[in-house]
């Protein structure tokens, strides 16, 4: 069975562009996450889909920030303009039932410059 | 204030030695899941063992467990046997059943096993 995989695994782009994630969780997985891991601090949580409905988006930073998961399969997140503090590694996760194991991706490495 | 305290940074192990990484957690919910995962260098987040607030054995997975101190509030792991497919940053996470969807995360153990 295939695990969690996130897209791009790397990406660097300059202050005020547009970078767009996307992770595709465990198959059958109704519950998707993402977290943010800035350098030397913790990962924190962003939000949470279960299927294709926003669950609970209390740790998205700004509006700059857009998440969507159509259809309720694979989810994006685009950072819209993306800022220097921006940077940091974005991991997605996936769990069958809430209150399940979440099981991580590989994270994203986004690089603002 | 943090929810999840991991207090070594780095730490290193002689091969086929034990290692205990600390992990102490804050709240105020009786119900609650503990949570460690590997992180190694090509960056995926592995999940190796979990610890329900309920549980009254602590838990166990293979080289891995788990040495729960409720009353103190530490969840720490250890690892027996160390290998050199060890090395790797360790998370600790706990989940609170009252706000059930988030992870929070501590900011992780370098872990290094020399041979």
């Known amino acids: 069975e295939a695990g969690v995989t996130q897209f791009p695994s790397h990406s660097v782009i300059e202050k005020g562009q547009t970078v767009t994630l996307r992770c595709d969780p465990i198959s059958g997985h109704d519950n998707l996450y993402w977290y943010r891991r800035v350098m030397g601090k913790e990962i924190k949580f962003l939000l949470h889909?279960?299927?294709?409905?926003?669950?609970?988006e209390s740790g998205m930073p700004n509006n700059r920030f857009l998440a969507e998961r159509t259809g309720g399969t694979y989810s994006t997140l685009k950072v819209q303009p993306a800022e220097l503090e921006d940077s940091g590694v974005y991991f997605c996760a996936s769990s069958q039932v809430h209150l399940g194991t979440q099981y991580f991706g590989p994270g994203t490495r986004l690089l603002v410059l | 204030a943090q929810k999840i305290t991991q207090t070594q940074p780095g730490m290193f192990v002689q091969e086929k030695e034990a290692v205990t990484l600390d992990c102490t957690y804050d709240t105020s919910d009786q119900s609650y899941g503990l949570f460690w995962y590997k992180q190694p260098s090509s960056g995926e987040m592995i999940f190796l063992i979990y610890?329900?607030?309920?549980?009254?054995q602590n838990a166990t997975e293979g080289r891995y467990s788990l040495n729960f101190q409720k009353a103190r509030k530490s969840a720490n792991l250890v690892i027996s046997a160390s290998q050199l497919g060890d090395s790797a940053m360790y998370f600790c996470a706990m989940r609170e059943h009252d706000t059930g969807n988030q992870f929070y995360f501590g900011t992780g153990t370098s872990l290094t096993v020399i041979p």
């Open positions: 889909f279960v299927k294709e409905s926003k669950q609970d």
């Open positions: 610890q329900g607030s309920y549980d009254e």
